[in-house]
C-alpha cells in the first residue's frame, strides 16, 4: 500500500476536539474520562494525501519510501498490497498518478474503495463483495476482467478531475468486455461460471457510471440478461458462498428493474427469496418489495385491458385493498426492526447558503445518521415501495370514482400524507449517504455494520450516490413535492454526477414527468373502450375543439371533454398543429411509469 504523508498523532476524537492526547492503546484517557467513545487511532497507511504543493508531495515520497522499508523489513514474509486510492477529503477529489504504479492498478484499487462493501458482521449485507474472491483467482476469466477494468476505469475518470482523460480507454475496454462475455454465453461451461455472471453486473455498473445519453435499455437490457442467466443455473448458484451473493446481488437488481419499468417479476416472490437469506430483516423487506413489483404490472394490465361492469369495478377495488395491505407489511417491518437498523436525528439545518436550493448540502429541516450505508439502502428502498403503492392506490381510485375528481377521495388524502412524510425521510437520509458526518466525527459514534474493501472510510464514496439515484428520482418526480425541495433534490442528482462520478444522475435529472397525474392521465387516455380511438391525431387537432380544461376536472373528465368538442367539429386536423399534439399525447402515455 502507497504510504502517503506524516502519521497523525493521537486518536481522532481528540484531534477532532483539538487537544492533547495520552495516545493511550486501545484507546485513549481522554475519551474515557469525558465519557466519548473513542474511535481508536488512524492507520499510518490508510492516511489521505491532499495535493496541495509540490514540495508536500516529494515530502510524501519521502516518507513512502522510508515506510515500505520499515515494512519491508518488519513482516518479510506478509504480501505486500500494491497500491492504493489517494484522495483529498473534501468534495473535489483528487487522484494522484504514482509513476511507480500502474494505472491498472491504481483503478482497481480506486474502484474496489469504493464500490466493494463489505460485511463486518456475519448476517448483514455488503455490495459486490463477491468481487474480492473473484479477484483473487491466480486466473481470471477474460470477459470478467475486461469488465472489470472498464468499471474501474470509468469510475476513476469520473473522479480524478481535470487534466485526466481515460473515458476512450474505459469505453475501449467496455466494447471488448461486451463481445468477449457474449462468446463466453456461447459456451456451456462458461456460461454457468460465477464470472460471466458478475461480468453481466458489471457490464450493467458501468453504464451507470459511464451514461451520457438516456441509458435505461442499455442498462435494463444487462439486468434482464443477469435474470435469465440465474434462472438457467437454477438452485445450484446457491452451493457456494460467491453463487450466493450474486444471487442476491442479482435480485436486488431485478427489484429495482421491476419497479423502474413496471413489469412482472419472473418465477415469483418465493423462488427468489427460498434458500437465499443473508440477512432476515432485509430479505422479508425484498420479499415485499417483489409483491409491490407484482401489483404494479397488474395495475397496469388491468387500466389497458378491463371495461367498467360492476364485476371489474370490484376487481379494481380488491386491487386497492391489496395495495393498502403490502403497505401496513410495509409499515409493520420498520416498526420491527432491531436497534441496528434504526435511525437517530442528530440536527437540525434550518439554513440555505445564500438562498440557493440547487446547491445546499442539506435541506432545511432534520438531518438523520444511520448505522450503515447497506441498512439506508435497505430502508430507503421500503420507502420508495411505499410510494409506488400510494400512487396503484390513487390511479385505482381516480378510476373507480371517475368522472368525480379522485383529489376529492379519501384515498388521495391518505396518499398525499403518507408520501409527505416518505419524501421528508429520504431527504433526511441524504446528507449521512453524501459525506456530510465525515467533516463533522464529533455529532455521533457511528456503527459500522460493513467497511469497504480498502482505503480511507472518511471519503466520499461512489457506491452511497449509486444506491441514493433509485430513491431520489422516486421522489423528484411526485406531485407531493415542494418546488424548493426538487430544486434541492435536482442538486443532489447534479452533485453526485459532477463529485461522486455516478454520471447516470445526470440523466435521470431530465426526467420530466409527476407522479401520479401524469399516469392517471396516461390510463384515462388508453382507457378500453375508449371512444375514436382509431384517430388519435384528427381527435387531439381538430380547429375548433375547445382548450383541455384546467385542473378543475380529472383527466378522464377531460377525455369526455374533448370527445364532445369533437363531435361537435367537422374541422380537418391542422397543418401545423398535428404533428405536435400527437407527440405530446405519445409522450404521457409512452413514458414508462418505472422512470420517476
Known amino acids: ?124 449485507r455488503g455490495f459486490m463483495e463477491h468481487l474480492v474472491p473473484l479477484l483473487k483467482t491466480e486466473s481470471h476469466c477474460y470477459h470478467f476482467r475486461l469488465a472489470f477494468d472498464a468499471c474501474a476505469l470509468a469510475s476513476l475518470n469520473n473522479r480524478v478531475g481535470s487534466g485526466h482523460d481515460f473515458e476512450k480507454e474505459s469505453l475501449g475496454l467496455y466494447t471488448k468486455a461486451l463481445s468477449s462475455t457474449f462468446a463466453a454465453l456461447k459456451d456451456p461451461v462458461k456460461a454457468t461460471a460465477d464470472t460471466t455472471l458478475a461480468a453481466i453486473l458489471l457490464l450493467g455498473l458501468y453504464e451507470n457510471i459511464s451514461a451520457r445519453q438516456m441509458g435505461m435499455l442499455a442498462w435494463g437490457s444487462h439486468i434482464e440478461g443477469a435474470i435469465q442467466l440465474v434462472k438457467a443455473r437454477g438452485r445450484s448458484i446457491l452451493k457456494t458462498q460467491t453463487g450466493r451473493w450474486l444471487f442476491i446481488a442479482v435480485r436486488t437488481q431485478m427489484i429495482i428493474h421491476t419497479l423502474s419499468t413496471g413489469t412482472p417479476p419472473i418465477m415469483g416472490v418465493e423462488w427468489w427469496i427460498t434458500d437465499a437469506v443473508q440477512d432476515t430483516h432485509a430479505a422479508q423487506c425484498q420479499k415485499l418489495n417483489i409483491r409491490v413489483g407484482e401489483l404494479r404490472a397488474e395495475v397496469n394490465r388491468l387500466m389497458t385491458t378491463i371495461g367498467r361492469s360492476p364485476e371489474e369495478i370490484e376487481l379494481m377495488l380488491e386491487m386497492i385493498r391489496k395495495c393498502q395491505m403490502i403497505d401496513q407489511e410495509l409499515v409493520a417491518w420498520a416498526n420491527n426492526l ?17 438562498g440557493d436550493y440547487a446547491k445546499a448540502e442539506v435541506y432545511p429541516g432534520r438531518v438523520d445518521i444511520y448505522q450503515d450505508l447497506w441498512v ?114 435536482g442538486g443532489r442528482l447534479e452533485f453526485i454526477g459532477n463529485h461522486v462520478g455516478v454520471r447516470y444522475a445526470h440523466i435521470l435529472k431530465q426526467i420530466n414527468v409527476r407522479i401520479p397525474s401524469m399516469l392517471i392521465r396516461r390510463d384515462g387516455l388508453m382507457a378500453n373502450p375508449y371512444p375514436t380511438g382509431h384517430n388519435f391525431e384528427k381527435l387531439l387537432s381538430a380547429r375548433n375543439a375547445k382548450p383541455t380544461p384546467g385542473y378543475t376536472m380529472n383527466p378522464l373528465q377531460q377525455r369526455e371533454a374533448m370527445h364532445q368538442a369533437h363531435r361537435s367539429s367537422h374541422a380537418s386536423p391542422s397543418a401545423d398543429g398535428g404533428t405536435s399534439a400527437l407527440t405530446r399525447l405519445l409522450v404521457v402515455c409512452l413514458v414508462p411509469p418505472g422512470n420517476t
Open 376 to 489: 439506508v439502502s435497505v430502508i430507503n428502498m421500503q420507502r420508495c415501495s411505499r410510494l409506488i403503492l400510494a400512487s396503484l392506490i390513487v390511479r385505482c381510485a381516480a378510476w373507480v370514482c371517475s368522472p368525480v375528481d379522485y383529489r376529492t377521495t379519501p384515498e388521495y388524502a391518505t396518499a398525499a400524507r403518507t408520501c409527505h412524510e416518505i419524501i421528508t425521510d429520504i431527504i433526511a437520509s441524504v446528507p449521512y449517504q453524501l459525506g456530510y458526518f465525515h467533516r463533522r466525527p464529533d455529532l455521533h459514534a457511528r456503527i459500522a455494520l460493513s467497511g469497504f474493501a480498502c482505503g480511507a472510510e472518511d471519503t466520499i464514496k461512489g457506491l452511497p450516490g449509486y444506491f441514493l439515484s433509485w430513491p431520489l428520482v422516486c421522489i423528484y418526480g411526485q406531485d407531493y413535492i415542494s418546488d424548493t425541495q426538487r430544486t434541492w433534490i
Open 338 to 354: 432491531p436497534e441496528v437498523f434504526r435511525w437517530q436525528t442528530v440536527t437540525w439545518e434550518d439554513r440555505v447558503p445564500n
Open 1 to 124: 500500500m502507497v504510504y502517503c504523508g506524516k502519521p497523525s498523532r493521537g486518536c481522532q476524537m481528540c484531534r477532532t476536539r483539538r487537544i492533547k492526547c495520552d495516545e493511550t492503546k486501545p484507546k485513549c484517557n481522554q475519551c474515557a474520562k469525558s465519557r466519548r467513545e473513542c474511535p481508536g487511532y488512524k492507520d499510518e497507511f490508510d492516511l489521505v494525501f491532499r495535493n496541495e504543493t509540490q514540495a508536500t508531495e516529494r515530502r510524501a515520497r519521502k516518507a513512502n519510501k522510508k515506510a515500505i522499508a520499515k515494512l519491508n523489513k518488519d513482516a518479510p514474509e506478509q504480501a505486500k498490497p500494491q497500491s492504493a486510492p489517494l484522495f483529498a477529503s473534501s468534495d473535489t477529489q483528487v487522484t494522484i498518478k504514482n509513476p511507480s504504479v500502474p494505472l491498472e492498478q491504481q483503478a482497481e484499487c480506486h474502484f474496489v474503495a469504493n464500490w466493494v462493501l463489505i460485511p463486518r458482521q456475519g448476517t448483514t
